[in-house]
């Protein structure tokens, strides 16, 4: 009787805890940030002519190549068939689409381009409820896998969710004097021995590296609804760049 009313009052709060998420979540919130940001030289601006270069490793299906033109078009910029044409050349690389944790996306951005991702985070909830009940005694540890069962049952109808795109952005444009750059990599030979290469050449074109982490954020959000504003404001956000 006792751990009965003891699920009614955990479900009740858990409840209300729910719907509170509930109503602070309920609009859809879409933000972009940039690791660090890009300032072109826009004093050798020699043309506005760009070719736009889109990859995509993340497991879903999405381009924004023709966003990134509709937005480039209306600055006055034209778009190019060939690289060696343009005057900046945009690659991109659509490193991972779905679901993640808020904290791990911060490390993400922090990581910059070409950096680690970090994973989107699952909640242990019962397994934290567990192990923190078995230092407790019995009563103690039941009453928190009531707590956690009255919470996954409150809030199996309210979710609060956080959909992602990661990307990584290189932005080239022409250069009047010749760029001397290093290339270096380290690559693994088996298990036990490393591999340095390093090379350097001379290019006529000044390179600049940014990663751009895109947030859909909404009380029940599911991937269809998110993606059409997550991927405008990602190439706004690179658009914005020029």
């Known amino acids: 009787m006792k751990l009965f009313r003891l699920f009614i009052v955990l479900f009740i709060f858990s409840g209300c805890?729910?719907?509170q998420i509930a109503l602070e979540k309920k609009d859809l919130r879409v933000e972009t940030k940039m690791s660090s940001t890009i300032f072109l030289d826009i004093e050798t601006q020699a043309s506005r002519t760009a070719f736009i270069d889109v990859r995509n490793t993340s497991d879903q299906d999405i381009d924004i190549k023709t966003l990134l033109a509709s937005k480039l078009q209306p600055k006055g910029?034209?778009?190019s068939a060939t690289p060696k044409e343009a005057f900046y050349?945009?690659?991109c690389n659509i490193l991972y689409v779905g679901k993640a944790d808020p904290s791990a996306l911060r490390e993400s951005l922090y990581a910059g381009?070409?950096?680690a991702l970090g994973g989107a985070v699952a909640g242990g909830m019962i397994g934290a409820a567990i192990r923190h009940g078995a230092g407790l005694g019995y009563g103690a540890g039941i009453g928190a896998l009531a707590?956690?069962?009255?919470e996954l049952i409150a809030g199996s109808l309210v979710k609060d969710v956080t959909y992602t795109i990661v990307t990584d952005l290189m932005v080239s444009e022409q250069s009047m004097e010749n760029v001397s750059q290093t290339i270096e990599a380290d690559l693994n030979q088996g298990s036990g021995s490393k591999i340095k290469?390093?090379?350097n050449t001379t290019v006529n074109r000044?390179?600049?590296q940014t990663r751009i982490v895109s947030t859909a954020n909404k009380v029940n959000?599911?991937?269809a609804e998110a993606l059409p504003q997550l991927t405008d404001n990602l190439s706004k956000s690179i658009a914005g760049i020029f």
Do not use: E, F, P, W
């Open 197 to 199: 290469q390093s090379s």
């Open 221 to 223: 959000l599911d991937l």
């Open 147 to 150: 707590g956690v069962t009255a």
């Open 17 to 19: 805890a729910a719907t």
């Open 206 to 208: 000044k390179r600049y």
């Open 113 to 115: 381009y070409g950096g």
């Open 77 to 79: 910029y034209t778009i």
């Open 89 to 91: 050349i945009l690659q």
